[in-house]
């Protein structure tokens, strides 16, 4: 136990925190504060509370502001258990004297794995045949092979190199596009580094692992989509804000795009978006998932101690690992 620890109290709300992540926190001396919340985020009114005298904050998708972080200066690290962190004014963060990290590399298996099998579901159109079934009618679809495909990766970060390990076993021939190159492990995997809209007029398959930020925002809209090869098969597991979610539902909708698979919508972020999310949960060559990719066992138990152990890290005074670290405010702390 250490004894720094000892006078610290982390608060924990994401659920599905396993009891071996609370055991290691618990181990290091931390007095764990884990509500009872149904499945569900914290109220913004509950968070007060929540938050006196905490030291460190472990949090699925809560939304933090400046003004919710300024108010608890004895807050020192929140953790998001998870690696998109866009709700967490992390700038602010910084300023304030405050660390945010990600589990960095915990959900990539698990989101990788969701990947390939939302283009095998959409390309063998696997969601048509339970509701027909069921009604006695087995009347067959004819699909697409992933197998000796060309599949387009934007964004070759820790889940897009998964998703490229995962195909290698599917003789595809695979094109990818970020803004650091690893021509190391490109070479590796027989990854072919091309711009943008190469990749999207020779890809069969375009699947997003970018982060959402300024840059990316609607980075797939019509005139990318125009861009695409007629009877592609699109798949995010990303952002729902990196698509036109509308101009996505009028590409399929005239038979441009033959189908997606998504896991993320902008309407998880905005209620104003619900209407495209809806119309194109509604399309029969849609493959729909409620941002579930990261969802098992395996992955959740990984990123729950990821996230443990980087405020363990931040709190007894080490640092965590550097792709963890989003905002480092503690040379404001020193300089103040």
């Not at 290091?28 to 499945?39: C, D, I, S, T």
């Not at 399309?283 to 101690?305: D, I, M, Q």
């Amino acid at each position: 136990m250490n004894p720094i620890a000892n006078r610290m109290r982390v608060l924990v709300t994401p659920r599905g925190f396993n009891p071996g992540a609370r055991a290691y926190l618990e181990e290091q001396g931390f007095a764990v504060r884990q509500p009872e919340l149904n499945n569900t985020d914290p109220a913004p009114d509950t968070l007060p509370d929540l938050l006196d005298d905490v030291d460190g904050w472990i949090l699925g998708s809560t939304f933090v502001g400046h003004d919710l972080m300024a108010r608890f200066p004895r807050l020192k690290v929140l953790a998001r258990r998870g690696v998109g962190f866009e709700q967490i004014d992390h700038l602010a963060a910084a300023r304030l004297g405050k660390v945010v990290t990600i589990a960095a590399g915990g959900n990539s298996p698990s989101v990788a794995d969701h990947t390939i099998g939302l283009m095998l579901a959409v390309a063998k159109r696997l969601a048509t045949f339970p509701p027909s079934l069921r009604t006695g009618d087995w009347t067959y679809r004819i699909g697409e092979e992933l197998t000796g495909s060309t599949v387009g990766i934007v964004g070759l970060g820790r889940i897009g190199r998964c998703v490229a390990r995962r195909l290698g076993g599917f003789d595809v021939r695979i094109l990818a596009t970020d803004i650091v190159p690893d021509d190391g492990f490109a070479a590796a995997h027989r990854v072919t580094r091309v711009d943008l809209d190469m990749l999207l007029s020779e890809s069969d398959f375009v699947t997003l692992h970018a982060p959402l930020d300024a840059s990316t925002a609607q980075l797939i809209d019509r005139t990318a989509l125009a861009r695409m090869k007629p009877g592609a098969i699109f798949i995010n597991t990303a952002r729902g804000g990196l698509v036109n979610e509308r101009d996505l539902y009028e590409a399929i909708v005239s038979g441009h795009i033959a189908g997606a698979g998504l896991d993320v919508f902008e309407a998880e972020k905005d209620p104003a978006a619900s209407k495209a999310a809806n119309a194109l949960i509604a399309l029969e060559r849609v493959v729909a998932t409620p941002h579930t990719a990261a969802a098992t066992y395996g992955g959740l138990a990984r990123t729950n101690l990821i996230a443990a152990r980087t405020v363990v890290d931040i709190l007894t005074g080490r640092s965590p690992p550097a792709d963890c670290i989003v905002a480092d405010g503690r040379s404001v702390l020193e300089v103040c």
